[in-house]
């Protein structure tokens, strides 16, 4: 096993450890924390695959400035009391059954698929992963869209600003 | 590592997120699941990218096939903040009204 390998599988279970428990734990905070785990996990699959600026994005919008917000809220709200509603038991079970079942199809349709049953993921060739020749392509291909995300940006920002207004 | 794996990691990390939203009260979590699920979503983009470019850097060593992936990573993740101040927002403003986090108080909204 080379050490690439031993730091994907390192990093998978990783994530989906930490992304179970989020779903465990009973304190908000907790599952706040927990999904920050999941960021830095598939952060290192970003490097892993040589995405170098995506796994910086990754860490400082998600993990840096959406979890701060979660974080933010959660402690405006006072939710770090363990007083929670419950779902009872079979809502529970229901919920975890259904979605066992869509993964078992979906990992079999994916084992049977043979279209993509020899294709490997690069790691080692090729840079399209940093940061200059995906600006490149972002400000000559793909400048309207980045253009319209900063007025989505702002009309977000008014969006949230009137939204949380009193009255 | 063959694609099939990544396919694998991230229908794990989906289905979690889905669980997640059909199991969980708080409104918050059900928030984070989705936030989980784009992240799953993300990941196989990344891990396609890289296997397009791979098949295409055999016959052309300055390809630049599969950046087109990242940038919409990059989007998704540009729109995923947008829609989380937002939501974030909507959520201070219920929790103003009803003080709870509780998602069966959101069935109000019929009346």
Not at chain 2, 103 to 110: A, E, P, T
Request: glycine share 6%; with cysteine; net charge positive.
């Amino acid at each position: 096993m080379s050490a690439i390998q031993i730091i994907f599988w390192f990093l998978s279970a990783l994530a989906i450890v930490s992304a179970l428990m989020v779903l465990i734990s009973k304190n908000p905070v907790h599952s706040v924390l927990w999904l920050i785990m999941v960021f830095f996990a598939i952060s290192g699959h970003y490097i892993l695959l040589n995405a170098q600026f995506l796994a910086i994005v990754n860490l400082i919008v998600y993990a840096g400035a959406i979890m701060v917000l979660f974080l933010f809220v959660i402690m405006l709200m006072n939710l770090n009391t363990e007083s929670e509603p419950q779902k009872n038991l079979w809502m529970k079970l229901a919920g975890a059954v259904s979605g066992g079942c869509l993964l078992m199809i979906l990992v079999s349709l994916v084992r049977q698929a043979t279209e993509i049953g020899n294709k490997v993921a690069e790691m080692k060739v090729g840079n399209i992963g940093l940061i200059g020749n995906l600006g490149k392509l972002l400000f000559s291909d793909y400048l309207v869209p980045f253009e319209i995300s900063s007025v989505l940006f702002l009309s977000a920002m008014v969006g949230a600003v009137v939204i949380g207004k009193k009255n | 590592m063959p694609i099939q794996y990544y396919i694998i990691l991230s229908l794990a990390l989906f289905c979690i997120g889905i669980v997640g939203v059909l199991v969980r009260r708080n409104v918050i979590i059900v928030f984070m699941c989705i936030e989980l699920m784009l992240n799953a979503v993300n990941l196989l983009l990344v891990a396609f990218s890289k296997m397009h470019h791979g098949v295409a850097y055999l016959s052309d060593k300055l390809t630049t096939t599969g950046t087109d992936a990242q940038l919409f990573v990059f989007f998704i993740m540009v729109v995923a903040a947008a829609e989380v101040s937002v939501g974030l927002a909507i959520i201070v403003m219920m929790y103003r009204n009803t003080h709870s986090v509780d998602v069966n108080f959101l069935n109000r909204l019929k009346n």
